[in-house]
């Protein structure tokens, strides 16, 4: 869990306790989405930051696609911004280095 107060007997405890989430989606209901969507997702969060909002974390739970440039060179702006982009490993239990797993699988 990413935010929530703790030590309160309610729920899990977040990481953060002081937190506020901009939520940015690009999957549809079925749970696809295409890397333009994610991209443009990427780019308005650098934008934000630029114009002074304190984002520092983008936590993407998503993943599965092929190797992108454009989608690295975004990954590569927000960190250049200082935002650290989070990506989840996936779930089918394979070997991210032998059998890539994008965008987690990058070398930003």
């Known amino acids: 869990t990413i935010g929530a107060v703790g ?8 990481v953060n306790w002081d937190i506020k989430i901009m939520a940015l989606k690009f999957l549809g209901d079925d749970g696809y989405g295409s890397d333009a969507d994610a991209i443009k997702c990427i780019n308005y969060a650098v934008e934000q930051k630029n114009s ?6 983008l936590s993407n739970s998503w993943g599965g ?3 992108n ?9 927000a960190h250049a ?9 996936g779930n089918n239990g394979s070997d991210n280095d032998g059998s890539p797993h994008y965008p987690s699988s990058y070398e930003a």
């Open 81 to 89: 911004a200082g935002i650290l982009f989070v990506a989840s490993a």
């Open 65 to 67: 696609g092929a190797y």
């Open 7 to 14: 030590n309160n007997n309610t729920g899990v405890t977040g």
């Open 52 to 57: 002074g909002v304190n984002i520092r974390v």
């Open 69 to 77: 440039q454009s989608l690295l060179e975004a990954i590569n702006a």
